[in-house]
């Protein structure tokens, strides 16, 4: 199983990106699915998650900004990002709990994608 992370870039202050995370690979199906960031230093942020039914999460930093959905049948988690400020520039990864043939959930991180905002 493979997460597969897109759609980073540079983008100057209140722009827009989008992200993808596409899921390929032998499994049953997919459960949470969601977005960290880690900008320069240790700690990875939770930046928002999206359960199996579409109830989402959201970071008090990027709600009202940030809109997390996903398509279940191309196995696709997407992070649409508006109003873009400098602090959101980070590396972000999808992560995603898959359950296996057996009925075990694994969970899963995407390469991470790069996300620079600066004028």
């Known amino acids: 199983v493979q997460l597969q992370a897109s759609g980073g870039g540079l983008v100057q202050p209140g722009g827009s990106l989008r992200l993808s995370c596409a899921a390929s690979?032998?499994?049953?199906?997919?459960?949470?699915m969601g977005w960290y960031r880690q900008a320069p230093g240790p700690q990875r942020e939770l930046v928002a998650t999206i359960t199996s039914g579409g109830t989402t999460t959201y970071a008090d930093s990027v709600k009202g900004r940030f809109t997390i959905s996903r398509d279940n049948a191309k196995n696709t988690v997407y992070l649409q990002m508006n109003s873009l400020k400098p602090e959101d520039t980070a590396v972000y990864y999808c992560k995603a709990g898959i359950y296996g043939p057996g009925g075990n959930e694994y969970r899963y991180w995407g390469q991470g994608t790069l996300v620079t905002v600066s004028s």
């Open positions: 690979g032998s499994f049953f199906s997919i459960n949470a």
